[in-house]
């Protein structure tokens, strides 16, 4: 029996979906997998993007030996200008592609100097500390994923990335699978397996079938084509190119990340167009409709993205027209469906007609079905598994269908971020728990926005807020000016003077019933907490509300 | 040519998803089909319910004969408690389910005895002015649902309420097809359809295809089965106890709407129960897992039902042990996804196996799809087609779906809540849009929660709010005290006392630079104005978040 281990501790993406991000430990040697965001969720008042706490990693900076990308998605990318200066810049590893996405992320954030950012290739080794890495071919719903094989001295730790096995992707490269069967052949001590997609029976169908759909749309289109998607998936792009070509169309990009990306994907070779068929945004209107294609963001409803503005009348360039056709290209993610279909019957309104998932097969997704995960750990033979990528239920479901394969209860660990999950020749298991969670990025800082702050936000959004201001008269403790009562979101003002008049009488009356008042200088916290106990019983009982109250005195 | 005409105005419904209110007006009578409420959306920071604007009907009370209830479902009869004080109280008709459902209702808001509530049945007619109703059977996710038709001097109406066709369903009463047919034949003036599940294609499976599912999982339950699904859901309730039978286990209810309607079905003679079945929650634990089944609410994860309270451990009398088998027996509502998706989590993570709809056949839709809405129209044949219930891209789906069989496009009116369509024996169109939206509810005012409540609400979720006191002489216009600051949702104020401390010294400097700063009396608005500017760019060029400034004076 050996004492060496490998410790795979999860810091995001791990029982949640997003912000992706797995530490691999051995002896003194540290590899980190993913480096990704989450989008806040309805609960996360006014926060913008969420990043995982690399609290565990602080006192181990100088043993980080590389960090390794998977592929250019934001859920496994968008924390690096945030994770990156706290880790004193560990060198990253990613492939050309990935590792354009990344400059381009770097550069907004004026980091491009500090990193060092190597190009690899499917088939690349790399040597690391005492392990090393080697990358293979996945596919997924953006070109140049991988997923990767840490060699570690007592044995292979896999981690699929996202994949689904696609045999006729649209960049024509599909997954090595006899490099997968090598791999698995020659022994793998612990798999980390993609989750996102286990509820799903069967395949994911390949990007081919989108063909189709989009051949029926242009051939009956009799104007304009909008289509949406994410800005990063390439081969859909392409796809639209592909299509536009037949139907000699141009085709104009929309939105700054679409433009960004397309271009940066044209230079690096992973998106061909035709010459001529690029015009501007601005040119639109010198052809005619039936000329037209234009590929824009917004297929999540995000309320600036171009889609929701073009949606709204509200965009500089481009209004919707009796003839035009939209096409959705992309499935809501959990969370978006409402602003989805909001911008969809704002499409629907000013007389488009709307293509989307669900009445029309304008979307893959990126993710492996149940029959593929079975197949990637039927390839890959594991001696463990550990699931990874999905909320829990999707992460206990993968570890059921990794049971039903053969692989033993006792092998397969259901693991949450932050849990140590330790693995040596004989065994897995669970150690103790380490700090992680949700580190919120909101305006300019990192970090500082709490579980205060949240709750606050979060009272104040219910029932709103309501202002007592009492002067008081140091040397007699009698009042001089007030109570003043403002409210915000609580009732509308204007409407509620009788309600907030006798409010201001409670609190005198509350105030003057006080025998221990205070003094000069003395905090008043009684008086506060009895005029706030006051309010409060008053105006629950006047409105079935709670607003926050916040009693002020000021001494003169 | 004639004049007359049948006016349909939506209040609620049309281009939304909930508080379906229908009023159809001929000369001088009207009547109304339905008055639901409508749950909160997440941009209705603190609602608690909405209910359709109904000023339109404020001046003509005295000509409503009558309102007119398609079934039990809160969206169809939620609003009435609220809705008929303002209407003073008109004559309802509902089937006697739907009648339970809402004197139970009316009795929580003590208006049992102002109101009337007549009981008729499927086949019944009732004179209403100079038109009359009639009744049809259809089949949906409650039992005692009907379609109305409105027989005026120029044709007849047809509303169909929610329906689905369901040729085996659990009461044993599928929709009278014959009836159907034959008020098809004697010839439809215009027909109102549910346009819910329009982007469904085929057939909504018959409730049959559940008792597969719950006899696979009683089968092999080795400990407890719950099953959560929505109170309303009579026929559901049925086949828990029919599985439970084969499976000799005994009932618990838990949850009071679910107690309360089991209840009342029952009495009614809707839910047939063998003598013996049904235990109380308190008595679960005097029996073996196996032989229980406890049915409650919280299939939506709505956050103080019985399941949610389980999931989190939060539930005075259940709590998941091993070997529990929990079945979601409900789809999630648009925009409740996150809220189930939270509670299965949950109960995974405390051992229970959990069955829900996208990996199990638990639960079938309520609505028809669109093999059921063409046999729908192909049955009635109207002359025009007004679809009715859902967003607007449902509703110009469902007139497209109408269009392919052969109504002309002329003959078919996308409308709007609000907008009035007029139909004569020769034409249909959309005239002038009369008042309509949303009506709050919020603790005990109905109404007075207005845009600007909410939109300060919306402000405050997002960044918080910051409040700046200062207390002025009189006499000098000298700042006495403060200026104070407090902040809410903005930062954590023990963190941030440097940039509170820079703000304060901010708001002085722009006091004193203010020339014309205001004496004894009086409103110091040019002041507040300065402060809240220098205050929130201040604030923004530090933080970049922009919390709601909210400047008080006080003279003293």
């Known amino acids: 029996m050996t004492t060496e281990k490998v410790r795979l501790i999860p810091l995001g993406g791990l029982g949640e979906v997003g912000k992706n991000m797995m530490v691999v430990e051995y002896g003194n040697d540290i590899i980190i997998v993913d480096v990704g965001v989450m989008f806040p969720d309805e609960e996360m008042f006014g926060v913008d993007l969420v990043i995982p706490d690399t609290t565990y990693l602080m006192d181990k900076k100088d043993r980080i030996r590389a960090i390794l990308i998977t592929h250019g998605h934001e859920d496994h990318v968008g924390a690096l200008p945030y994770v990156l ?79 689904k096995f696609d045999y006729t992707p649209v960049d024509g490269k599909p997954a090595d699978l006899g490099l997968l069967g090598k791999i698995g052949n020659d022994g793998v001590l612990v798999m980390m397996g993609d989750s996102t997609r286990v509820e799903s029976p069967g395949y994911t169908p390949s990007e081919r079938v989108i063909n189709d759909s989009f051949d029926k749309i242009f051939a009956n289109a009799p104007g304009r084509i909008l289509i949406a998607t994410f800005a990063s998936l390439i081969s859909r792009v392409q796809q639209v190119i592909d299509t536009a070509q037949r139907y000699e169309r141009f085709v104009a990009f929309v939105g700054r990340s679409m433009q960004n990306n397309v271009q940066m994907a044209i230079e690096l070779g992973y998106l061909t167009m035709p010459k001529g068929m690029l015009i501007r945004p601005e040119d639109i209107n010198k052809f005619n409709p039936d000329q037209i294609v234009i590929m824009c963001t917004g297929s999540q409803g995000e309320p600036t993205s171009a889609l929701t503005r ?199 009356d509350a105030f003057h019933h006080i025998e221990q008042r205070g003094h000069g200088g003395s905090d008043w916290s009684f008086v506060k907490d009895k005029i706030k106990h006051t309010l409060s019983e008053f105006l629950y009982e006047q409105t079935r509300r709670r607003p926050m109250i916040l009693p002020m005195v000021m001494e003169v």
């Open 85 to 163: 200066p706290m880790l004193d810049f560990p060198p990253i590893y990613a492939t050309r592609l990935t590792q354009g996405l990344i400059n381009v992320k770097l550069k907004e954030h004026r980091l491009l100097d500090k990193v060092s950012v190597t190009a690899i290739a499917p088939g690349d080794h790399v040597d690391l500390g005492i392990c090393s890495a080697d990358f293979f071919r996945v596919n997924h719903s953006i070109p140049d994923a991988v997923g990767i094989v840490i060699q570690t001295p007592i044995g292979k730790v896999v981690h699929t990335g996202d994949y």
């Open 310 to 508: 073009i949606a709204n009348q509200d965009h500089r360039q481009i209004r919707i027209q009796r003839g035009d056709s939209v096409i959705l290209s992309a499935t809501p993610v959990p969370g978006n469906e409402k602003m989805v279909h909001r911008t969809i019957n704002s499409l629907f309104r000013q007389g488009a007609e709307v293509y989307y998932q669900g009445i029309s097969n304008v979307h893959v997704s990126g993710h492996g079905a149940q029959e593929e995960l079975k197949l990637m750990l039927s390839l890959l033979r594991p001696r463990f598994f550990v699931p990874v990528h999905g909320e829990y239920r999707q992460l206990v479901l993968h570890a059921k269908l990794a049971y039903s394969l053969g692989i033993p209860e006792e092998n397969i660990v259901v693991a949450e971020d932050g849990d140590i999950v330790e693995v040596t020749e004989d065994g897995i298991k669970l150690k103790e728990h380490v700090s992680s969670g949700n580190v919120f990025v909101d305006g300019l800082s990192v970090g500082d926005v709490g579980q205060i702050v949240l709750r606050d936000r979060k009272v104040l959004s219910q029932d709103g807020i309501l202002m007592v201001v009492l002067t008081i008269d140091k040397e007699t403790g009698e009042p001089l000016a007030g109570p003043d009562i403002v409210s915000r979101g609580f009732v509308y003002m204007r409407d509620s003077e009788e309600l907030l008049e006798s409010a201001r009488l409670r609190v005198l």
